[in-house]
């Protein structure tokens, strides 16, 4: 198992614990959080699941799935998620997902999150792509991905079904040769 732990200048990526369960659903389990995600908010029973999941995933190998739990440098409490998914037929590749409490919006994380896990993507993993989806309706999660790196590449229609009606997503990528910004995060 490779253990990770990665801090930038505001924020730590660490592994996932039991003890992050309420910390998620704080996440996974709030309409707010979870308005432009692909699935319904969850429940803290779907949560435990989910961290379960992520511990086993983290002792497979290889290892295709990191679910890193989201913290301020100087605390250990988690503020929010961040996954990265790397495609077995593709394992060059790598889809990026992440969540933060609301009440951490607004203060550039997202951005500065972004910036960690694609450093740890392109520098760690030796990826050459790391893609993300968002909702067309989410514009701060569209800045945050542009101001990172990424390119908006384009739109998959009707993509996702949350919330009981289909909804298109757009597409962000970055390349490990034309993104630099991992170098200095």
Do not use: C
Not at 53 to 74: C, G, H, K, S
Not at 88 to 103: I, K, M, Q, V, Y
Request: hydrophobic share 40%; proline share 4%.
């Amino acid at each position: 198992m490779r253990h990770v732990e990665i801090s930038g200048k505001r924020l730590r990526l660490r592994e996932v614990t039991a003890a992050d369960v309420d910390a998620m659903h704080a996440v996974y389990g709030d309409p707010t959080a979870t308005e432009h995600l692909p699935f319904d908010p969850r429940t803290r029973e779907e949560v435990e699941e989910i961290v379960a999941e992520a511990m086993d995933a983290a002792r497979a190998e290889p290892r295709r799935l990191y679910v890193l739990a989201v913290t301020e440098t100087d605390r250990d409490d988690a503020i929010g998620v961040a996954r990265l998914r790397i495609d077995a037929d593709h394992p060059h590749s790598a889809e990026l997902g992440l969540g933060l409490r609301p009440d951490h919006w607004g203060r550039g994380i997202g951005t500065d999150l972004i910036r960690l896990m694609l450093a740890f993507g392109f520098r760690d993993l030796r990826l050459h792509r790391v893609w993300g989806a968002r909702s067309p309706a989410n514009t701060a999660a569209q800045l945050a991905m542009l101001v990172a790196g990424m390119v908006e590449e384009g739109r998959i229609r009707h993509h996702v079904r949350a919330r009981g009606t289909w909804r298109d997503s757009v597409i962000h990528s970055a390349l490990e040769d034309e993104w630099e910004g991992y170098r200095d995060v």
